[in-house]
């Protein structure tokens, strides 16, 4: 099968399926396998350029799509398989991908070269700017065995030289009854507490829908679950389901982030004792690498529009919880009405957003992830949306990938809607000021870039040439 080649492919180490990062087709390999997308991808998330919760990597777009093993020597695929993955560029122009194996289309599953990678395997490239030098990192699952893993440095001047890792991304990921991947390796933290001596704990393992994160750094797993509320005599009271987020970094810390997106058909939605925590709570575990002293943060959203919050922040010790005071209230972030100004239009949001996910450190910071319809000019457009607030930095971003445009004239012109893959990221400091940013595709040339400062005062453009979109046009235009 004959292919249009991509600027990127990926090679695979000595004795290994991957270890080479993607550099561009001239680069040599070790072996004669690549692995390079099959299709377009289909979008599902997206990450701000500023300020973004890590472990998500800033300018992160998260996606899913098919991908092949193939062999240069031939010319032939040998395999294929499907991926979650997330692509970012940063401000200096290097880019990561992170792929999350999650179904095998064809070929032979295995870790040799030529396999195709098996369910749960995570694969990591970083690339710098210049194309010239990168790092690959490889967990390659085997059922019922051993993970293989790699991390090798990459260079096309001095050549690939092996690294020693043991980071496990792929640590409790596997292949469900239902063909989904699960994480089935519960964190070891405490229960979380509710009034009245209530807690909830996993009732299922996660049904993984998402990656985020730079193995072998960092990495988030996202996905959704079901939890069981217990009070303080062991009998359950309700469940509930849940976005979660569980990362894993070098140093060894662990976290778990849980955002409540609907309730079981039992039990009493509120605060109270004996009460299931209502849609839109968000509750965090962090998990020290340092010492058996989790810190545990809450806010239960209201059972009523334009209630109070319920938030409770406290580290549990050897010698007991110690509260430790926080105002960060992560429920606000789950919705922006603000308009965004482009071009002397106004991106306004039409109807209310569909919360598809948590990502971040509460009460550090905290990423609500979901879906949304805007209206500009005489159109309108779906799109994926992240919002972002910290209690670090006193801003909030909103970024916004268009995922379908519903209707109207499709362009970069002044009241056009922004076409599939776009980005517009704004910035809000608050008193008047923000930045807005947009990388808006364009299907007869290169993407229309700006960067614009709003102030009281007028708004001013800022020089830039960074393009967050790079690497997916082509996902975008089906050029594969």
Do not use: C, K, W
Request: aromatic share 8%.
């Amino acid at each position: 099968m004959h292919r249009r080649r991509v600027t990127r492919v990926l090679g695979a180490a000595a004795g290994g399926l991957l270890g080479a990062a993607f550099l561009p087709a001239a680069a040599a390999f070790a072996d004669s396998y690549e692995i390079i997308p099959d299709g377009a991808e289909t979008y599902t998330g997206v990450y701000g350029l500023e300020n973004t919760a890590p472990p998500a990597e800033t300018g992160s777009i998260q996606g899913y799509q098919e991908f092949e093993v193939y062999d240069t020597s031939t010319n032939q695929v040998v395999g294929s398989f499907e991926a979650d993955e997330s692509n970012s560029t940063d401000i200096a122009g290097d880019t990561n991908t992170e792929l999350l194996v999650t179904q095998d289309l064809s070929g032979t599953v295995g870790t040799a070269a030529g396999n195709t990678p098996a369910v749960g395997s995570v694969i990591d490239t970083y690339t710098d700017a210049g194309g010239e030098s990168g790092y690959a990192y490889s967990d390659l699952t085997t059922p019922g065995g051993a993970d293989t893993i790699s991390d090798t440095s990459t260079s096309l001047i001095s050549g690939d030289d092996p690294m020693s890792s043991t980071f496990d991304a792929s640590g409790g990921l596997s292949a469900g009854t239902d063909g989904s991947v699960v994480d089935t390796e519960d964190m070891e933290l405490p229960n979380i507490n509710l009034a009245g001596g209530d807690e909830f704990l996993p009732a299922s393992g996660e049904t993984v829908s998402s990656i985020s994160g730079a193995a072998p750094y960092d990495i988030a797993i996202q996905g959704t679950q079901e939890f069981e509320v217990v009070n303080s005599a062991g009998a359950e009271v309700g469940t509930f389901d849940g976005d979660v987020t569980t990362t894993q970094d070098a140093a060894g810390t662990t976290t778990e982030t849980i955002l409540v997106t609907s309730d079981g058909s039992s039990g009493t939605v509120g605060t109270a004792a004996g009460d299931i925590p209502t849609v839109g709570s968000v509750f965090s575990v962090i998990d020290y690498a340092y010492g058996p002293t989790p810190n545990v943060y809450s806010d239960l959203a209201p059972t009523t529009p334009g209630g109070t919050d319920l938030i409770s922040n406290f580290d549990t010790t050897l010698l007991g919880d110690v509260g430790v005071p926080t105002s960060f209230d992560a429920v606000s972030y789950e919705s922006d009405d603000a308009t965004i100004p482009l071009d002397g239009y106004d991106i306004t949001p039409n109807g209310a957003e569909t919360l598809t996910g948590a990502n971040g450190l509460p009460p550090a910071d905290v990423a609500i992830q979901g879906t949304q319809a805007f209206d500009i000019g005489n159109g309108s457009f779906d799109a994926d949306v992240t919002t972002t607030g910290s209690s670090v930095y006193a801003e909030t971003t909103e970024t916004i990938l268009v995922t379908q445009d519903l209707s109207g004239t499709v362009g970069t012109a002044a009241g056009d809607v922004p076409a599939v893959g776009s980005v517009i990221d704004v910035a809000n400091y608050g008193s008047g000021y923000e930045t807005v940013y947009t990388d808006l595709i364009s299907s007869t040339g290169a993407s229309v870039i700006s960067d614009i400062s709003v102030t009281p005062f007028g708004d001013f453009a800022i020089p830039t040439t960074f393009d967050a979109t790079s690497g997916l046009i082509a996902d975008t235009l089906g050029l594969f």
